[in-house]
C-alpha cells in the first residue's frame, strides 16, 4: 500500500513526498529496551528527481544520530521518517553517503522541518562524513 500511493499520487516536479508518515515503535532486544525503533509498516519516499525509496516494515533505527545537548534544538524523534530515509540509504552498498545525506535533506522538507532545522541536520551528516571518510 505505501508504495501505491506515491505511484499514483503526483506532487508536481522537485517535491519529495512520502505516501504516509512512519509508524514506529520502541526496540527491544531479549525483553530490554534499547536507543533504537522499529518501522511497524512499510515507509515510502519518493524523491525530487521522481524516484521511489521503500523501507521495510520491520526495519530498525537509531533515528536522528544527534548529540544529545543538541537535543533541545533538535530531538533526535522530531523527524522519524526522514531518518528511516537516511538509516535505510545508509546501509544500502548501492547508495553513496553523499547521495543518502541528499535524501535525507528531501525527506526533512517532505517531513516539514524548517529550513534551518534541516540545514543544520545535513550539515551535521556530511560533517560526520567527511571526518570519518565515509563515502
Not at 62 to 71: A, K, N, T
Not at 78 to 92: G, K, N
Amino acid at each position: 500500500m505505501a508504495l501505491l500511493g506515491l505511484l499514483l499520487g503526483s506532487r508536481g516536479i522537485n517535491m519529495g513526498s512520502f505516501d504516509e508518515f512512519a509508524a514506529y515503535r520502541k526496540y527491544y532486544l531479549d525483553g530490554e529496551r534499547t536507543n533504537k525503533f522499529i518501522l511497524d509498516r512499510d515507509l515510502a519516499f519518493r524523491a525530487d528527481d521522481g524516484t521511489i525509496r521503500l523501507v521495510k516494515k520491520g526495519f530498525i533505527s537509531d533515528l536522528g544520530s544527534i548529540p544529545r545537548p543538541l537535543w533541545p534544538v533538535c530531538p533526535r524523534d522530531e523527524f522519524p521518517s526522514a531518518y528511516f530515509i537516511h538509516d535505510d540509504c545508509c546501509e544500502d552498498p548501492e547508495i553513496s553517503r553523499l547521495d543518502g545525506d541528499r535524501l535525507l535533506r528531501q525527506a526533512l522538507k517532505a517531513s516539514h522541518a524548517p529550513s534551518w532545522k534541516a540545514w543544520l541536520v545535513y550539515s551535521g551528516v556530511r560533517v560526520y562524513a567527511i571526518v570519518c571518510r565515509i563515502k
